[in-house]
């Protein structure tokens, strides 16, 4: 609340913002008078005779005339509260003429006075008296669309919603809908702006302005438009004189809005020329006017005009002549032309054009439109880019007529810039006829040459082609209203233009512009409504239905806009103002005429406006001028003495006064008064009247803030008189690259790209600073706070891209030039650049203006820091201004520091000239010490080298040259900081102070003059190692730490001596000079390493590629190296299409390996998977020669089969015997399929030779010497037997087996691996301590791998792998309850292969697959099959005790603890088998591997069971379905079971339950069926352990059975049992019974054999062999 009421606002003790000063126009005797409210004002609106006043907490009040409420007098000045409004917050209010607005905080619209036009929109209403909601109804009409701001004419209002669009209502073309009839009472979307993001709106009586967004480059590329979108006329004729053609424009639509390229789709309404035009609309709109001659004359000056217009065929008479002009005339005149224009004119044109600051090119918003120049040209006629039709039609004239021409150097002044523009265009001759704008509405086209020295300032005027857009050059040619001349003399002056063009405006702007965050500045403004006074700024006076952009204004940066009643006024970020539409009282602050279009204001130098608003008459601008506080500008009309005093008095007879008085300004005048304001924020105007708002100056806040801002506007202005007035001519220079050459020019380029990014930023931020002044006063939302970053990268950025320049002598060479720019005496240069200097060089001038930008982040510091002085100190505001500016301080150190780096770096290349050191030379390069002092020398050199070292901040550089010539040194070397380690070599007595340089490829011991030079160097070498290595500047003030570089470090490097790894570049990690950790090492021949290093070398994973030549393709491994080479496992993919996989050592196969090879993996012509040695198959293995249809299981030598081994055929031979290079040469034993066998001597390939014995399958057999090829015929000589039965069985038994390799002979390498991994050097040899730390390292090292890429591992995979963290405890001795958990252990550990056992069980796995699967699928490998796996239990049992030392060996006893709970017993039993009577647990591998391993051999060993079964089996199961049969009673009478055990009835779920059914004869599968179903499970199952579980539960079903029907306990005897148990395995029908039966006996525990287990086992297999030899009678 305010204090008790004040006059004078002179006093400064209050502490309010918002106060509130009213006056009515200009004179030095006014005093303003002080509103005085309850609360501070935050808005003002001003209508015709009232205002409405909006305050803090979000009420208003209105003052002034209020006609519309009833019950008050006509008269009061004292504000009265709204209270319709109480309750809502309002955020924005608006005042039209007689009525007002306002927005509340959820978007909602109220309005209240007249409504006698719709303006306030509601219907029916003549006026409103209190607030009213109105809603702007969406599309579908449910919701309403919330609202930002509104703006209020004299008969209508506008809303800007959140989405951005205009919304209007009320009456008269200023609402730019197509609408017919008016008043428009509802709220509708303005069409023509729909899609485009507008960011304000402005009314003035009867027009409308909309500040837009540019849009962004994608509405860039638009096809050209030939017909107008509304009429369909067409938009150019043209017309073909002797030597030249008239392009015409003049089409002027019906519809008052430009064919544009942009025009909104959405446009349906179109208008015929004849339509009869609405009497309603208060000026000339729907006419297609005929140009009238007279530029003077305003066609049309008030609604009584419109009435009075005589309308003859669609064509309106000038308003003064009452004759209309026949139709004809008004046509032809389209196409003639009135005579030319003298000199005079044209050079006034070309100065007018010049004023105007030049013409620039569109920036976005589709393609290349015409701007204004600031002749009254016609906007809406202007040239639309060359349009396609005219185009081709001009094309062949054109060319034909200028083929002497030189197009080419026509090419390098119209820089390509959009040919996609020309369409069909014929001939690109017709690209040449680019337009640039419309020019003088009432004069037409001169058809004359333009003279010679026209042309020239012409060429001088069109040097400039502005900023433009993505680097793509727009061109300008002169065109005046209705032509556009092509002259050939004019082509040629063109021709020989010496101008330049690059792109000086960041598209998109600093980057976050997309972010929305920075305010936007590439902005268009847009108007529609009457324009008798020109106020539309189009350079006519004709009424726009829709709203049409105002071409001159774009790429002006507007930021602003204002109406006034019948003016308008732009402010733009540079703090211009331009002005446009009526003068008559000089309120455009200019006497420039025509005042259609738009003009700058006339301000003394260096007054910056922000602020503007526009009344009835008259102009304020609020402006920065010498000091801090800002300052009021008047323009417009003067009130006479003795009338400022009442603010509300009548205003009768105003148009005489004014004629007599002549009191109007003829441009803007300073206030005298508004230094006692003190910081005005904003300035309104409005009617007659004018109003300031001023905030105190609470601790200097407002002060501060006032500051920020002004300053940032005049580092702005500074910034783009620096790119028009220096860098722009600099880079139009034609001779730029003959003079700097292309690398500097490349610099000079970038830095001038770096300078506008630098200049967009500092616009974009000043335009929020603005903002922040005016509404926010908020330290939160200052852009520098929140995104500091933005600003100190761009800063740095420009400070680099300086420096370079610099660096490379660009300011220097830039001398010359700017002669001929600036002349002699550089004033512009010497002013812009603040240098004080008497006489200063060009080049310094250059310097210090390129540089003066970066002194800016010290003024952001000091006035952050006066900010934060405002503040408490424990505030939080404090804090993050105290933070932003010691950051900002920070950074301007830095910078100073880069500059100083960049002067010494220019002035040692100035010093050094000559080859090498040119050769050094780079922009970025900056030198930081040279030892041309002699301060640092090489250690041991030779007497007459000279040793010169330059630290640069990227590279250290020894030159080596021979004393007696100084500076020809003959060999230099870059080392590369980044692979560059020093440090400091111990003092030792010799007093020498060394430095040790070490680089990847040579260590330097380097000797300084002195220890203070050697600390200098070292420090300085560790510093630029350090800032090469992290890209950003360390602050090394004067702490002067030693920060050392990191010893470890990424970097690339390509070696250039090592013999190995010449010019191989190396990308990665290092340590010391050394590559260490993961890096890409690539030749030049295309090998390429990726994986990690140790100490210079390969070791650990990694992938290799080398290219096979021959082939055409790569040799791929993947796998683990150590020193360098290959070593460890590995995949190996060679170009032929093999693929080894398994061990290498010393880059050789060596160890277990399997080699596939063929084109396609999958069905590879063969598999060989064994051990190897020194790259040779050498060892066990066992080869599968697909091709063949072959394979050999046995031993190898050098690639060759030698040795023992055996052969199985797919036709079913069986070899086994001795083979000797490669061959079956020695003893034998061939079997065939039907049992044929053949033991003697071999020479070759199953080629019989020597001495033998050939056994037919019947027993009888041949003895002699045999030669030939088995199944080709054999030459027998001997003697033929017939044993008796007895023998045949021995010798057939004895025969098989004797000359294959032994089961423990197998697969050696496999578990060699396993103990080696477990570092062991042979199987038991070691530390178990040891192993588990191999264990623990391989699984965390392969866990890591992993986690690169975890698509390798399973779910289930990474559960095993958490379980395998835990070492179980390996020591003392074991119980019952730790042998449950090794085994645990070692099902968990099979289960991963990243364990040393899981990788063995894995490997096994494969082989024995790889064995006995296909054409090892033989039966008579069945002994060999079973041998394996029990020589694999015995071999991991090993491994198992090794690791577990005091597990009992094979068959030892666990014992059983004296009192174990019950369950646990229970468990145990459960989980292994039944326990044998004794105490304790007998330890054997099967019981413990089995489980582990055996599922996993199951397939391919169950399948040997089964072949050679089959005989037996078959036998069996014909009888088993012969049998099955039988009904059940029947069966069990056949079977010879007691009736005692014949079930007399069974429940059966059907009936009720618990009933019983009785077994009659034809019962079938009822009795014992859960005993059936039980024995069934035997084939699920896979360990005879399991098995033999599932028979005991068999026998237990069928016990408990036999109980239940007798009643009582039960002994069974065998005779008893036997009967019933062969019952249920008939019935349990399993077909492998024989192969069951013969894989338990085989791999059964031993332990077991004797027990329980044991003898069920019999009784199952007696049952089997029962079967087998039943005899049904």
């Not at 006056?23 to 005093?31: N, P």
């Not at 003079?739 to 490349?746: K, N, Q």
């Not at 005496?825 to 008497?838: D, F, G, I, K, V």
Request: net charge negative; with cysteine.
């Amino acid at each position: 609340m305010m204090e008790p009421q004040r006059k004078s606002s002179g006093d400064d003790d209050g502490g309010e913002r918002g106060l509130l000063h009213c006056w009515r126009g200009y004179s030095y005797s006014m005093v303003p008078e002080r509103l005085l409210l309850p609360r501070p004002v935050l808005q003002v609106a001003l209508g015709a005779q009232h205002g409405v006043l909006l305050v803090e907490g979000g009420q208003v009040y209105s003052f002034g005339e209020l006609p519309w409420k009833q019950t008050q007098v006509l008269q009061t000045t004292k504000p009265t509260l709204e209270n319709a409004l109480s309750g809502q917050r309002v955020v924005a209010v608006a005042a039209g003429s007689f009525h007002s607005g306002a927005v509340t905080e959820d978007g909602s619209v109220h309005m209240w006075g007249d409504n006698g036009a719709g303006q306030c929109g509601l219907s029916g209403l003549s006026c409103v008296p209190n607030p009213t909601p109105v809603a702007l109804p969406d599309t579908g009409g449910a919701q309403t669309v919330p609202v930002l701001e509104l703006a209020c004419g004299e008969k209508h209002s506008l809303a800007l919603s959140v989405q951005r669009e205009v919304w209007a209502w009320g009456s008269g073309c200023q609402l730019g809908l197509n609408a017919t009839v008016f008043p428009v009472w509802k709220p509708q979307k303005v069409e023509q702006l729909a899609g485009r993001y507008v960011l304000q709106v402005a009314c003035g009586a009867s027009h409308s302005l909309a500040l837009v967004r540019c849009l962004g480059p994608e509405g860039v590329q638009r096809p050209p438009v030939d017909k107008c979108n509304q009429c369909n006329q067409l938009l150019y004729t043209m017309t073909d004189k002797e030597d030249h053609v008239i392009i015409s424009d003049s089409h002027y639509c019906p519809m008052g809005v430009e064919a544009k390229e942009e025009t909104a789709p959405t446009q349906t309404l179109k208008t015929s020329p004849s339509e009869p035009i609405l009497p309603s609309h208060s000026s000339s709109t729907s006419t297609p006017a005929a140009p009238t001659s007279d530029p003077t004359l305003d066609p049309v000056s008030g609604p009584q005009d419109s009435q009075k217009a005589r309308l003859t065929n669609g064509v309106q008479p000038p308003p003064d002549s009452d004759n209309p002009v026949p139709p004809k005339a008004a046509a032809s005149s389209v196409v003639k032309s009135s005579p030319y224009p003298d000199e005079q004119e044209v050079k006034e044109y070309l100065r007018k054009l010049s004023d105007t600051s030049q013409a620039e090119a569109k920036m976005a918003a589709g393609g290349l439109h015409a701007l204004q120049p600031s002749s009254s040209g016609r906007g809406s006629s202007a040239l639309n880019s060359l349009v396609s039709s005219c185009a081709s039609a001009v094309g062949e004239r054109v060319a034909s007529t200028y083929e002497a021409l030189s197009l080419k150097r026509m090419m390098n002044f119209y820089l390509p810039s959009r040919l996609e523009v020309l369409g069909g265009a014929a001939d690109n001759t017709a690209e040449r006829v680019r337009r640039e704008e419309s020019v003088q509405a009432k004069k037409s086209s001169s058809t004359g040459d333009i003279h010679e020295e026209e042309a020239e300032g012409l060429r001088r005027r069109l040097s400039l082609p502005g900023l433009l857009s993505q680097g793509r050059y727009a061109v300008h040619l002169l065109s005046s209203s209705y032509g556009l001349l092509l002259s050939p003399r004019l082509l040629r002056k063109m021709g020989r233009s010496k101008t330049r063009a690059f792109a000086l405006t960041p598209m998109g702007g600093v980057a976050p512009e997309d972010q929305e965050v920075f305010p936007t500045l590439q902005t268009e403004v847009w108007s529609w409504g009457h324009g008798e006074h020109g106020e539309l700024g189009h350079g006519d006076n004709l009424a726009r239905l829709q709203p049409l952009c105002i071409k001159s204004l774009n790429k002006k940066k507007v930021i602003r806009v204002a109406a006034g009643a019948h003016h308008s006024i732009a402010v733009t970020a540079q703090s211009q103002v331009y002005s446009w539409g009526s003068n008559l009282s000089g309120q455009l602050g200019h006497m420039e005429t025509p005042s259609s279009v738009p003009r700058l204001a006339k301000l003394s130098e260096g007054i910056r406006v922000w602020d503007a608003s526009a009344g009835e008459r008259h102009t304020l601008l609020l402006a920065d001028g010498d000091c801090i506080q800002p300052i009021i500008y008047y323009s417009g009309q003067q009130v006479k003495e003795g009338e400022e005093g009442g603010v509300m008095e009548e205003e009768k007879e105003e148009e005489d006064e004014e004629e007599r008085a002549g009191g109007y300004t003829q441009q803007a005048v300073l206030l005298p008064f508004c230094m006692n304001f003190g910081y005005v924020s904003s300035v309104v105007a409005g009617g007659r009247r004018c109003v300031a708002l001023s905030d105190r100056n609470i601790m200097g806040f407002i002060a501060s803030l006032h500051e920020l801002a002004s300053a940032e506007r005049k580092f702005y202005c500074k910034l783009c008189e620096v790119k028009s007035h220096v860098i722009r001519p600099l880079l139009e220079l034609e001779s730029l690259t003959s003079v700097l050459g292309p690398v500097a020019t490349d610099l000079l380029q970038t830095l001038a790209g770096r300078f506008s990014l630098l200049d967009h930023l500092t616009g974009q931020h000043s335009v929020s600073l603005t903002g922040n002044v005016r509404r926010g006063r908020d330290v939160k939302s200052l852009l520098i706070l929140e995104h500091a970053g933005i600003f100190l990268d761009l800063y740095n950025d420009y400070c680099s891209a300086v420096g370079s320049f610099y660096v490379m002598g660009g300011f220097h060479a830039l001398t010359k030039p700017s002669l001929d720019i600036f002349g002699k005496s550089p004033e512009l240069l010497q002013r812009l650049s603040e240098c004080s200097e008497e006489n200063p060089a060009t080049a310094d001038l250059l310097v210090a203006l390129f540089y003066l930008p970066t002194q800016h982040l010290h003024e952001y510091g000091r006035l952050l820091l006066k900010l934060a002085t405002c503040f408490e100190v424990s505030s939080s505001d404090y804090q993050k201004l105290q933070d932003s500016c010691s950051r900002f301080e920070a950074w301007t150190l830095q910078l100073k520091r880069k500059r100083k780096e960049a002067e010494y770096t220019f002035h040692f290349w100035k010093s050094f000239p000559g080859k090498m050191t040119d050769s050094l030379r780079k922009p970025h390069r900056r030198l930081i010490y040279e030892s041309s002092n002699k301060s640092l020398t090489v250690q041991n050199a030779g007497r007459f080298s000279v040793n010169w070292f330059i630290l640069f901040n990227d590279s250290l550089v020894h030159a080596q040259g021979v004393a007696p010539c100084k500076n020809l040194f003959s060999t230099h070397h870059i080392f590369a900081l980044a692979t560059l380690w020093v440090e400091p070599s111990p003092e030792d007595d010799s007093g020498l102070h060394g430095l040790k340089v070490v680089t990847p490829e040579e260590t330097l011991t380097l000797l300084a003059s002195s220890s203070a030079e050697k600390s200098k160097w070292l420090r300085a070498i560790n510093q630029a190692v350090d800032q090469a290595l992290s890209g950003v500047r360390q602050d090394t003030g004067s702490s002067g730490s030693k920060s050392e570089p990191p010893i470890s470090r990424t970097a690339s490097y390509t070696f250039y001596k090592d013999v190995r790894l010449k010019d191989a570049t190396y990308e990665g990690y290092w340590l010391a000079g050394k590559p260490h950790g993961r890096g890409i090492l690539k030749w030049p021949d295309g090998r390429i390493y990726t994986g990690s290093f140790q100490n210079g070398l390969e070791d650990g994973f990694g992938e290799f590629v080398a290219p096979n030549k021959t082939l055409n393709k790569d040799d791929f491994y993947q796998g683990y190296w150590k020193e360098g080479k290959m070593h460890g496992f590995g995949t190996y993919r060679y170009a032929s299409g093999e693929v080894y996989d398994g061990s290498f050592q010393d880059g050789m196969r060596q160890g277990h390996g399997m080699v596939r090879s063929g084109k396609h993996n999958t069905s590879s012509p063969s598999v060989f998977i064994g051990q190897w040695q020194q790259d040779k198959k050498t060892g066990y293995g066992v080869f599968d020669d697909i091709t063949k249809g072959e394979k050999y299981m046995g031993m190898w030598q050098d690639h060759q089969r030698q040795g023992m081994g055996v052969v199985v055929t797919q036709f079913g031979l069986y070899y086994e015997g001795v083979f000797k290079d490669n061959k079956m040469m020695g003893t034998g034993i061939l079997v065939s399929e039907d049992d044929t066998t053949y033991e003697g001597e071999f020479s070759d390939e199953w080629t019989l030779s020597g001495k033998g014995i050939l056994t037919m399958p019947n027993g009888d057999y041949l003895e002699g010497s045999f030669s030939g090829e088995w199944g080709a015929g054999l030459k027998v000589t001997g003697s033929y037997f017939k044993p008796n039965l007895f023998d045949a069985e021995k010798d057939k038994n004895r025969k098989l087996g004797r000359l294959r390799v032994r089961a423990e002979e197998k697969w050696q390498a496999v578990f060699k691996e396993c103990w080696s991994q477990l570092g062991c050097e042979a199987p038991g040899q070691g530390e178990h301590w040891k192993a588990w730390e191999n264990i623990a390292v391989a699984l965390t090292s392969n866990r890591q791998q992993i986690q690169d890429s975890p698509e390798i591992l399973s779910r289930s995979h990474s559960k095993a792998l958490e379980s395998l963290e835990v070492i179980p405890q390996h020591e003392g001795p074991i119980t019952i309850e730790r042998y449950h958990s090794i085994r645990l252990y070692l099902i968990n550990a099979c289960d991963t292969p990243l364990h040393p056992l899981g990788r063995l069980v894995e490997t096994l796995v494969a082989v024995y697959r790889m064995t006995y699967v296909g054409v090892g699928a033989n039966r008579r490998l069945l002994p060999q099959a079973v041998d394996e796996i029990k020589s694999y239990l015995g071999r991991i049992f090993q491994i198992v005790r090794f690791l577990f030392p005091d597990l009992p060996e094979e068959g030892g006893l666990i014992p059983e603890p004296t009192e174990s709970p019950p369950d646990s017993k229970q468990e145990a039993s459960t989980d292994t088998r039944a326990e044998s009577p004794k105490p304790g647990r007998v330890v054997s591998s099967s019981a413990l591997l089995l489980p582990v391993l055996l599922p996993r051999l199951y397939p391919p060993l169950f399948t040997l069971y089964a072949l050679e079964k089959e005989k037996e089996d078959d036998m069996y199961w014909e009888c088993v379905l012969r049998l099955n049969k039988q009904p059940d009673l029947a069966l069990l009478a056949f079977l010879g079971v007691q009736q005692k055990f014949w079930p007399v009835s069974i429940p059966t779920p059907l009936p009720a339950p618990g009933e019983k059914q009785p077994v009659i004869s034809s019962t079938k599968d009822a009795c014992f069926a859960s005993a059936v179903e039980t024995l069934q499970q035997i084939s699920t199952t896979f360990t005879p352990s399991d098995k033999l579980q599932v028979i005991q539960l068999t026998f237990e079903e069928i016990t408990q059975k036999v109980q239940s029907l007798l009643k009582q306990d039960f002994l069974w005897s065998m005779d008893e049992l036997f009967p019933v148990f062969l019952y249920v395995v008939l019935r349990a029908r399993i077909r492998n019974l024989g192969s069951e039966v013969s894989l338990i006996e085989d791999l059964m525990d031993p332990c077991v054999q004797h027990g329980e287990h044991g003898i069920m086992f019999t009784t199952l297999k007696a049952c089997y062999y029962q079967i087998q030899h039943e005899k049904i009678t």
